[in-house]
């Protein structure tokens, strides 16, 4: 089985609410589920590297390695992949997330992250988010 890298990371503002993302209706996977922004990581990239990147390209922002802090990770396996995930924290950035590649951005309540529908990794990494943040 295929195993695909990719890195997530919380957005956390002030009010100590995490951004999600929503994957627009286009999406080959997953379309119209909310996620963690991020994105896989490329050959000759570290996770690190592959949000720092992703952050510029998905949501205009910028942020430095110093900023990302690693909380946790998800390991899941889909139908033909196996997708692993680390998940970094972040409460420092230069900007305002913009909407590029996705339909909409939402800043949400840690508690409140369950009601979003998601994809399965992403399910999992709820619960450690939420005790962490909260």
Not at 93 to 118: A, D, F, N
Request: net charge negative; with cysteine.
């Amino acid at each position: 089985m295929k195993l695909i890298l990719v890195s997530a990371v919380a957005l956390i503002d002030k009010d100590n609410r995490v951004l999600l993302a929503q994957r627009r209706q286009s999406s080959e996977r997953f379309a119209g589920l909310w996620e963690f922004p991020g994105g896989k990581v490329e050959h000759g990239e570290t996770p690190q590297d592959a949000l720092l990147r992703e952050l510029h390209e998905e949501l205009l922002i910028e942020t430095w390695d110093s900023c990302l802090a690693p909380l946790t990770f998800a390991s899941h396996s889909y139908e033909d992949f196996h997708l692993l995930m680390p998940l970094f924290v972040c409460r420092k950035w230069s900007g305002t997330p913009q909407c590029v590649v996705h339909s909409e951005l939402k800043w949400v309540p840690p508690h409140e992250i369950r009601l979003y529908p998601m994809p399965p990794a992403d399910k999992h990494i709820i619960p450690i988010l939420r005790d962490w943040v909260a």
